[in-house]
């Protein structure tokens, strides 16, 4: 059971680029986010999905485009990379679709310069 | 005001000390806390899940939610090296969509010294 994974680890982007970033869980979980985490600002939400087919905005969503095209994955793209895009990001999910108790995984550190 | 308010610290204390986290909130219809620890470079994990009001203890920790006067706490008894990490408290409503989603602290780090 690896829980919740991500990838890449760590990533440079130029500005401009787009790239996504890939999150998967294997514990069948209905809920799943996409938080960025910066210095002095704490965990803020970008999107999050209740199930397959249902995604919604969170906190702070511009800029960022997902889908959720099966309960597994939820990946996470950028669109047109900025420097305000540089934050570490986390993927989590949840059995419960009030999104209680989500489990986090690893991170992705992301530099755009 | 910010809804979720955590003082960052640093805190730090000797092994084998208890220490007190904290959170304030101004939102009245917060009835979901929970406590994240997070170790440097890693992702949140999942201490403590409480609902509503009152205390509860797992080993080492005690969570305590006080709605009266908005404010929650951790406390981590004989706390460990191995404790040192960002404490990060969490809420939610019980209203579905949006409203409902998780509103995070700023987190505090705590250093527990040998």
């Known amino acids: 059971n690896a829980g919740v994974t991500q990838t890449p680890k760590f990533q440079v982007l130029k500005t401009g680029q787009s790239m996504t970033l890939q999150c998967a869980q294997d514990m069948n979980h209905e809920y799943m986010s996409w938080y960025r985490q910066d210095p002095g600002m704490g965990l803020r939400l970008i999107h999050y999905s209740v199930g397959a087919g249902i995604t919604d905005q969170g906190e702070v969503p511009n800029g960022y485009n997902v889908s959720r095209s099966t309960t597994e994955d939820f990946p996470l793209r950028l669109l047109s990379a900025a420097p305000s895009q540089t934050s570490v990001y986390f993927c989590?999910?949840?059995?419960?679709?009030?999104?209680?108790?989500?489990?986090f995984g690893p991170g992705t550190r992301l530099t755009v310069t | 005001q910010k809804e979720v308010e955590q003082d960052p610290g640093p805190l730090s204390v000797p092994e084998g000390a208890i220490v007190s986290l904290n959170c304030t909130y101004s939102n009245s219809a917060f009835q979901y806390f929970m406590w994240y620890r997070q170790y440097s470079r890693k992702g949140p994990e999942l201490l403590m899940y409480t609902y509503s009001s009152g205390n509860k203890e797992d080993g080492r920790f005690t969570a305590q939610v006080d709605k009266s006067s908005k404010y929650i706490s951790l406390f981590i008894r004989d706390s460990q090296p191995s404790d040192s990490a960002t404490y990060l408290c969490?809420?939610?409503?019980?209203?579905?969509?949006?409203?409902?989603?998780?509103?995070f602290g700023k987190g505090t780090k705590l250093s527990v010294k040998p």
């Open positions: 969490a809420m939610r409503t019980d209203y579905g969509g949006s409203q409902g989603n998780l509103i």
């Open positions: 989590a999910s949840s059995y419960s679709t009030a999104g209680l108790e989500q489990y």
